[in-house]
């Protein structure tokens, strides 16, 4: 006989409670949709995951199609060639003394991410707003999430008398703390003055920093600096290819550790051992090409770059021109607009939380954005996350290849070569005053 109290159990029962109730990852969820209602014939306008617009370059592609034949089980640290081209990528950006002993090779930054909350046992802390994935990646775990709430009057961006006072109250207690910059939402980075700053007070509290800086080579006037330089002996840095090589789909991520912290790089490979066991052998080697750079592939970022400034910066302008009010990037696509000058007209609509009025957009306007909340938000701050990249983004570097570099990227090009982002912020503009 069946025990009817057992079949009338709800699955949720068989759930660790870690992850009950945990809804798939916003900027997944946001694509997929999009996707579904774009196969019902709806028009929208995606604007919600931080996918790359570019191609991944030529000579990188070249690379993989040259070792697609590679089918061995590489180490679990990763390629020795790979290892030994990202140290190296780190000694010439930033000074570095790491060598390929100092890295890890992942399948995407987000997997090691986290593996390294699963082997460090320590409160995770994050300036919010943050990616999305990082607070459900520690609750999964079982980890203390600390946001850190920034504002728009210091730029989105943690302040060292904020982490001094946060540390403050606990002295002593092991944390983690995610640094991200360029900034996913807000596109806005840290200059070396404040990068110091925080690194010194990381430095007096003992915190390992994990410096995500997957959007580093998008900084737009190609001067991003690492908080390494400033705390090298507590600072981990993340890259890897998704988002300055538009590799998102080819999945390889990069951790490069001090040696004080070698323990946690070989913790996190013995874990890596058990799960993934190494990362794919062909994408690896042409990882290689990537990381060793040289003047095609600066080419490359310096005209995705152009183009990302002239586009981030039109529509800062043109959202802020409808008082909209949002912060114009500094690197990486994308903008964190703040919808508050109409609270009283979207009450008025029924809309109330950030959430509703992301949902309302794409319901009505055909607009996907995120809302702030899925950024550690509060709910009712009428807060978005807006990635400008439904757009061709080869077509518009053979713009540049074609009429030279000095090209003026003025509001025709915006126009011309990215028009569904334009028609996305027309749209936006005018809903917001329906």
């Not at 190494?278 to 080697?285: F, G």
Request: net charge negative.
């Amino acid at each position: 006989m069946t025990d009817s109290s057992e079949s009338t159990r709800t699955p949720d029962v068989h759930i660790n409670l870690n992850i009950r109730g945990m809804k798939p990852s916003a900027t997944v969820s946001i694509n997929e949709h999009s996707n579904k209602l774009l196969a019902e014939g709806r028009n929208i306008y995606k604007l919600g995951l931080g996918q790359s617009p570019f191609p991944v370059p030529e000579p990188v592609v070249d690379e993989l199609k040259a070792n697609a034949y590679q089918k061995d089980y590489l180490p679990v640290k990763g390629l020795k060639l790979l290892r030994d081209a990202v140290a190296d990528y780190h000694r010439r950006g930033e000074g570095l003394g790491c060598t390929g002993d100092d890295v890890l090779i992942g399948p995407g930054s987000k997997e090691l991410m986290f593996i390294l909350q699963l082997v460090y046992y320590g409160d995770l802390v994050i300036p919010a707003p943050a990616w999305v994935s990082y607070a459900p990646q520690a609750k999964i775990i079982g980890r203390n999430v600390n946001f850190i709430p920034t504002d728009a009057e210091h730029d989105w961006m943690l302040t060292p008398e904020q982490l001094d006072e946060h540390c403050n109250e606990d002295e002593g207690r092991p944390r983690v703390m995610i640094l991200n910059y360029p900034s996913n939402p807000t596109g806005r980075t840290y200059t070396p003055t404040e990068l110091e700053a925080i690194a010194k007070v990381a430095k007096k509290h003992k915190l390992v920093i994990l410096s995500d800086e997957i959007y580093g080579e998008l900084h737009h006037e190609g001067a991003h600096v690492s908080i390494a330089r400033y705390y090298p002996k507590g600072t981990i840095i993340s890259a890897g290819l998704s988002k300055w090589c538009g590799a998102g789909g080819w999945r390889l991520g990069t951790f490069t550790f001090p040696r004080e912290l070698r323990w946690l790089l070989d913790a996190m490979a013995s874990v890596a051992s058990e799960t993934y066991t190494s990362t794919s052998a062909p994408i690896q080697y042409a990882a290689v090409r990537a990381f060793r750079g040289g003047p095609e592939i600066e080419r490359y970022l310096w005209r995705s770059r152009k183009v990302l400034h002239a586009l981030g910066n039109w529509i800062a302008d043109k959202l802020n021109d409808a008082a909209i009010r949002t912060l114009k990037p500094q690197g990486g696509f994308y903008l964190f607009p703040d919808f508050t000058p109409f609270a009283e007209l979207l009450e008025d609509r029924g809309i109330k939380t950030s959430a509703q009025l992301c949902n309302k957009l794409l319901e009505e306007a055909g607009v996907a954005i995120l809302p702030g909340s899925d950024f550690g938000r509060p709910k009712d701050e009428l807060t978005a996350r807006l990635a400008y990249v439904d757009f061709d983004g080869a077509r518009a570097i053979a713009l540049l290849e074609n009429q030279g570099d000095d090209t003026e990227l003025g509001d025709d090009f915006v126009f011309t070569h990215c028009p569904n982002v334009v028609n996305a912020i027309n749209a936006i503009c005018e809903w917001v005053k329906a």
